[in-house]
């Protein structure tokens, strides 16, 4: 069955070779001895070929041109320890060339090697193959197979190997596998931390600065970090930290800390353990760049938080970080200029800046050469005049306004941003706004009004608000509306887009519109080769800032238009761009109604009878929006009544039923006549004395105050519906309901548009585009 076992007292069989010793100088011939049966001749040659290897990749190039890759691979697996040690010498150093690499990952040798990992192999066994698959990890497909063959968990059992080529090796291929997040969760779950932590103890510096590296990109692991503190970490990092011998690799170990100061407890852990304190010394000792910067930045860890700025502030961190942005060193000036941005979110530390002449250090810092510098220090003075005008002020009095405008032309997206940011923090004094202006500010702005990064865009945009908040703003150049008349299609298309973030504020949105931009925008819109995404999108915006205005112009109101105190029907007015003008001018002057029509022609009457200069001085009292107590008794007693009501379309009715009643009831189609609403409206309009009336007091109403008030207590109670005007002002509300069987099981019908009537048979549901809808919009 088996091959038999010679016992020692047998004689030779007479068949049998004698011994020969083996000696060859060509490398081929040695690589043909690979094929051997015979294990002293494997043995030697596999010994022979790891020396060769070593003397440099030209010779594992030739050892790979001479088919000495594929056999080697095959005997890692060996039955004979001897051949199986040596085979891994020659692999492990034949490994390190990229072109052996490529072919082991084509031979598919990994599984064979993770499977020698295990500890009753020899130690020599785990060193070579741990350095095969160091050389091995550096490329992903390869990085992916040892994960995929669990070769991790052994990796991190050989971190405890009593040879240190064993851990070297091992610790820098887990370096390079946590570069991928799946085998960073990995390490902490099969308990990686604690022997990477040990390692730091080891008498070799590569180990300890590789260990340190996987540390570096473990700790981006929330959980990792917990882990982390459990096993005392922090006070190794201390010890660590605290040893001076160890200083060329504190930059690391910095790196560590600042991952690990992401999290609240470790603040107060660090704390608790002096570590704070060793910290600020490394920001105030001087001592290499690098470990200073790495000091710097984990304080802007540290100082993400207001319980930790504070803390920080206590600590007189302040003065620390002014001191040091006069010293030499990009990094450092960066690093440092981002931790003042990251502490000026605590109130007293702007003060404290501003009280250490920092402000001015920072503002210094506009001119430098580096970009990284520029921005940065442009980043701390957004956040140091952030709500501060005393700290504005101190920005102008270091003449930080003329070196911001220039910023405004930087290559730097971020500087740019930020720097238009600043701007807009001290625009809100109009001593300083001046002195923006004349450096040329608007002009400046064009530029960034272009950019293609929204960030920038947005933070310019605001400034340019900001700045033209006054005339002069306006007079300037380059006012926001005036470049919509731009032949530049990319200056034509981000003023729209920059429009169209602009008028997500409401006061903004009413001063573009006085300033024409809908007008412009309307005239791109009709232009096949003017018009772009951005220009729709600005016009819409502007419309749902002012409801009354998009109504009178589109004639509907979507669900989503939800109407607010001060809307009201201006009248339909055709969406055409030689109306325009006239509708905004209507529009807005209605919202400074004065208290009746009697005292608008006394008033006109006075103006005419006055000189030009004395008019120009006559200021309008602002008119109020009077309370209309009934309208909101009405919104009460639909949030009673309606909200209760747990189907959709009882919802619906319900609410048109109370309109109904409110407005004086049903009408019958041929006893329209005989509803006289418009004496009714009459009489309200001499009453107050004004043509807005106010939507509660009508008892009286047809199709359109019926619609109107319908959707005005739809959008108080949060019942979603639209507001359509059609032909010959008849005006009716759409909602959607989902009626009928679904086309797949489990699924809900598909919505469905339908109107409600609230004047025939108040209540009753009317599916669109039906002769019964029809009828109700034309009758």
Not at 375 to 381: F, G, N, P, T, V
Not at 751 to 768: E, F, M, S, T, Y
Request: a negative charge; proline letters at 4%.
């Amino acid at each position: 069955m088996g091959k038999k076992v010679k016992k020692e007292s047998e004689p030779p069989s007479k068949d049998v070779f004698d011994p020969l010793p083996i000696e060859s100088k060509k490398a081929a011939t040695v690589v043909l001895m690979l094929n051997s049966p015979e294990e002293e001749v494997l043995v030697k040659a596999c010994e022979a070929i790891h020396k060769f290897a070593e003397k440099g990749d030209e010779n594992r190039s030739s050892l790979l041109g001479l088919g000495a890759v594929e056999p080697l691979s095959h005997l890692i697996s060996h039955e004979d320890k001897l051949v199986r040690r040596n085979a891994f010498m020659a692999l492990g150093v034949m490994a390190a060339n990229s072109d052996v690499k490529r072919l082991l990952k084509k031979l598919d040798a990994i599984p064979s090697i993770i499977r020698k990992l295990s500890p009753e192999e020899d130690v020599v066994v785990h060193e070579f193959a741990t350095l095969c698959l160091a050389s091995l990890s550096v490329d992903f497909s390869c990085k992916v197979q040892i994960s995929d063959q669990e070769g991790l968990e052994p990796l991190i059992q050989l971190l405890s190997s009593p040879d240190p080529d064993v851990k070297k090796n091992s610790v820098e291929t887990i370096c390079n596998l946590v570069q991928d997040l799946p085998s960073r969760v990995a390490v902490r779950e099969l308990n990686g931390v604690p022997p990477l932590l040990e390692l730091l103890r080891s008498e070799f510096p590569v180990i300890q600065q590789l260990s340190l590296r996987t540390l570096v990109v473990v700790t981006t692991d929330t959980d990792t970090r917990a882990t982390f503190r459990e096993e005392q970490g922090f006070d190794r990092l201390l010890e660590f930290l605290c040893n001076k011998e160890f200083s060329d690799l504190h930059v690391e170990a910095l790196q560590v800390l600042s991952n690990c100061l992401e999290d609240r407890d470790s603040l107060q852990l660090i704390h608790e353990t002096g570590g704070l304190q060793r910290l600020l010394q490394f920001i105030t000792t001087p001592t290499l760049l690098d470990i200073q910067t790495n000091a710097v930045k984990a304080i802007s860890r540290v100082a993400q938080s207001s319980e930790n700025r504070k803390l920080l502030h206590e600590q007189d961190i302040e003065r620390s970080l002014v001191e040091l942005l006069s010293l030499e060193g990009d990094s450092l000036r960066t690093a440092t200029c981002q931790a003042v941005a990251a502490m000026s979110l605590h109130l007293a530390s702007k003060d404290a800046f501003r009280d250490l002449d920092g402000i001015r250090a920072v503002v210094q810092l506009l001119g430098s050469e580096g970009g990284e510098v520029r921005e940065a220090a442009a980043q701390a003075l957004s956040s140091l005049t952030s709500s501060n005008q005393l700290n504005s002020y101190a920005v102008y009095e270091a003449e930080g306004d003329e070196g911001l405008v220039q910023q405004l032309h930087d290559v730097i997206p971020g500087a740019v941003a930020h720097a238009a940011a600043v701007l807009t923090n001290m625009a809100e004094q109009e001593v300083l706004r001046c002195s923006i202006l004349s450096h040329g500010a608007m002009a400046a702005l064009l530029e960034p009004l272009q950019s293609a990064d929204t960030h920038t865009l947005v933070r310019a945009t605001q400034a340019l608000a900001a700045l033209a908040c006054d005339a002069e703003g306006r007079s300037q150049k380059f006012p926001l509306v005036q470049l919509l008349r731009s032949n530049h299609k990319e200056v034509r298309r981000n003023a729209c887009w920059a429009i169209s973030v602009c008028a997500n504020d409401e006061p903004t949105a009413v001063e573009l519109c006085k300033l024409g931009a809908l007008d412009l925008l309307q005239e791109i819109n009709s232009s096949a080769n003017r018009r772009n995404k951005f220009s729709e999108i600005a016009l819409q915006r502007l419309l749902d800032s002012n409801l009354s205005l998009k109504y009178s112009l589109t004639n509907t109101l979507a669900p989503t238009d939800i109407t607010v105190d001060g809307f009201y029907d201006p009248g339909q007015v055709e969406l055409c761009v030689t109306s325009f003008s006239a509708l905004t001018s209507l529009s807005l002057s209605l919202k400074r109604k004065s208290k009746g029509r009697k005292e608008d022609e006394k008033l006109r009457d006075e103006d005419e009878s006055k000189p030009q200069q004395e008019v120009a001085t006559v200021t309008e009292k602002p008119w109020m929006l009077p309370y209309d107590a009934a309208f909101h008794a009405l919104v009460t007693e639909a949030t009673k009544t309606i909200l209760p009501l747990h189907v959709e379309s009882e919802q619906y009715s319900a609410l048109a039923r109370l309109v109904s009643e409110v407005m004086g009831g049903a009408v019958e189609v041929d006893r329209q006549h005989d509803f006289l609403w418009e004496l009714h409206l009459s009489e309200l309009r001499y009453e107050l004395q004004s043509n807005i009336i106010p939507i509660g007091q009508i008892r009286k109403g047809t199709y359109y105050h019926r619609a109107l008030l319908y959707k005005v207590l739809a959008d108080r109670i949060g019942v979603s519906c639209s507001l359509v005007r059609g032909e010959y002002n008849r005006v009716w509300n759409e909602v959607l309901l989902s009626v009928g069987t679904p086309h797949y099981p489990g699924c809900q019908p598909q919505p469905r548009a339908h109107l409600v009537d609230l004047i025939h048979q108040p209540g009753r549901l009317l599916r669109a585009n039906t002769p019964q809808a029809k009828q109700y919009q034309t009758i």
